[in-house]
């Protein structure tokens, strides 16, 4: 399916109109002294989002390859998420549309990655379409109808080779295609949006690269990113109504990146980082603390922030 650059446009300028209302009733500055909090959940999860009109949370879950929420007591099952024979189970990204549905990542193993749309019956239907070979792990949606999705491929002992992409689908039929945008990555992971710059954290090379979006919709081929920050580690990721990204760092740490690339430790307690979400209403980032592959309790933690 091909797009005109005048849609796109149109698109960037929704987005940017969007994130703009975020921000006037998002958070701001999170301090040293906030009050950290965490709820044991008896999953293995990655993916989270947030809801900001009830505070309902979910996040994905690899023992069971379904969608988990709470709305503050138990996380009890939200959808199913098919699991191809003969692979295991392991979910990516989810992101909430702004018409209320859930799109989320299946990651594939390089031969079965998918994006489903989970509408309010929590029946999760698949795009058709996209190449099922992308190691599918960050999602967010740019426009209705619009997602970008980081993914790589790993060939043998070979370097991974990943990219940034706009999907464009039909709600109704569930059809879809995909175009490169931002190229020459090893392992992205996670994505942020802001303003009008979108960032990507690229695992392989411990960096956060950073391109603006229109430039991206807009060019005819594409476009090699810039780096932004250097980050040990960095996985999927959030940002703020004041341009702050938060993701993965080092070992044990979650961090957040000013918009100067100045890099702050919030915790350097975690089993492992993944997913961060952020509540612009209620001031809450959120921040999945998976279980080590020896054992352990999964977590879901929660960091006030300062308005």
């Excluded at 005109?4 to 698109?11: F, P």
């Excluded at 029946?123 to 993914?151: C, H, K, M």
């Excluded at 695992?203 to 807009?218: C, D, F, G, R, Y």
Aim: glycine share 10%; with cysteine.
């Amino acid at each position: 399916m091909l797009i005109s650059h005048g849609v796109l446009r149109k698109a960037a300028a929704a987005f940017a109109s969007w994130s703009l209302a975020a921000a006037l009733i998002g958070c701001s500055t999170p301090e040293a002294s906030v009050q950290p909090h965490k709820v044991a959940v008896d999953a293995l999860p990655n993916g989270i989002a947030v809801r900001p009109g009830d505070g309902a949370v979910f996040i994905t879950d690899d023992r069971t390859s379904s969608v988990l929420t709470s709305t503050g007591g138990a996380y009890t099952p939200y959808a199913s998420i098919p699991v191809e024979a003969g692979q295991g189970k392991s979910l990516s990204q989810l992101s909430l549309t702004r018409s209320g549905e859930l799109v989320v990542e299946r990651f594939g193993f390089g031969s079965a990655s998918a994006i489903f749309d989970i509408g309010g019956s929590g029946i999760a239907v698949p795009l058709a379409g996209l190449n099922p070979a992308r190691r599918r792990l960050g999602l967010i949606e740019l426009a209705p109808g619009q997602l970008l999705s980081t993914w790589f491929i790993k060939n043998g002992n070979n370097p991974p080779l990943g990219a940034l992409t706009l999907v464009t689908y039909n709600p109704a039929t569930h059809t879809a295609s995909e175009r490169d945008l931002l190229t020459g990555l090893g392992k992205p992971v996670g994505i942020a949006v802001s303003g009008g710059d979108v960032f990507v954290s690229d695992q392989a090379n411990n960096t956060i690269v950073k391109a603006n979006l229109s430039e991206l919709l807009n060019a005819a081929a594409p476009v090699t990113p810039t780096v932004f920050a250097h980050v040990d580690s960095p996985d999927l990721m959030t940002v703020d109504a004041q341009g702050r990204l938060y993701t993965k760092c080092n070992k044990n740490g979650l961090c957040e990146i000013a918009p100067d690339g100045t890099i702050r430790v919030l915790a350097n307690d975690f089993q492992d980082a993944r997913g961060v979400a952020i509540d612009p209403v209620r001031h809450v980032l959120y921040a999945v603390d998976r279980a080590t592959p020896s054992g352990g309790t999964s977590y879901v933690r929660t960091f006030a922030i300062i308005p």
